[in-house]
């Protein structure tokens, strides 16, 4: 990795030189160096190479472009892993609403950052941001993949847990349950999806005391259980 930093900072290098140092490209190659940084847990220099770059940005193309909530998702990872998860959360809440403004909410990349916005605020305990954000979720994938996909059940699954860890076993189990028949129907019977989907259900299940069942879902998937847990 030191050697590819290498290679990004001599093309930062190269970038000045030829009079480029406050372009579009010079902006790419900032955040391409902060991506190298926060790979390598230099969390500090990845916020200093997207600072930098953000500033490049809204000098170019401004702070509407595509490039702007990219640069903010590497800058909320660095906050996470660099320890400040409230605050990755807030900066990739921002990412959120400009990829919307400017990709729409049917863009991969507007679904992927909402479920990374509501896997942290369910994280950070702040179920009730988390849950707007996951509700959205299940919506954009039953609108856009028409409630017959993976992506779709994945979605409901990882709302099901937060009902889970809210204690909303009413919510949750139709959640898993509708997951557990989207992944079935899938060509591929969704095998290791529908692993991981059940034995989140069987966790739910030995919450609520329904050891029997939780077992017998548990055995099915190949795991080993105690029923008298």
Do not use: W
Request: proline share 2%.
């Amino acid at each position: 990795m030191e050697r590819a930093a290498e290679t990004r900072t001599k093309a930062l290098r190269a970038l000045e030189t030829c009079g480029l140092g406050g372009s579009y490209d010079y902006a790419v190659a900032l955040h391409n160096l902060a991506a190298l940084r926060v790979e390598e847990g230099h969390y500090e220099a990845c916020e200093q190479a997207c600072e930098d770059a953000i500033k490049v940005c809204a000098k170019t193309v401004g702070l509407k472009h595509r490039l702007y909530p990219d640069i903010l998702r590497t800058l909320a990872v660095a906050h996470k892993r660099g320890g400040d998860t409230r605050r990755g959360a807030q900066v990739l809440e921002q990412a959120l609403r400009l990829y919307e403004g400017a990709l729409g909410d049917s863009h991969p990349d507007f679904v992927k950052c909402l479920y990374e916005v509501g896997v942290l605020y369910a994280r950070l305990g702040d179920c009730e941001k988390a849950k707007t954000m996951l509700t959205r979720l299940v919506a954009v994938c039953r609108r856009t993949e028409g409630g017959k996909s993976r992506a779709y059940a994945r979605a409901l699954c990882t709302l099901a847990a937060l009902y889970r860890q809210m204690r909303a076993f009413d919510k949750a189990e139709p959640a898993y349950r509708e997951a557990l028949a989207v992944v079935a129907a899938l060509p591929d019977g969704g095998t290791s999806d529908r692993r991981k989907i059940a034995l989140d259900y069987a966790k739910m299940l030995r919450l609520q005391g329904r050891t029997e069942e939780a077992a017998e879902i548990e055995q099915s998937q190949g795991q080993a259980t105690d029923t008298g847990a």
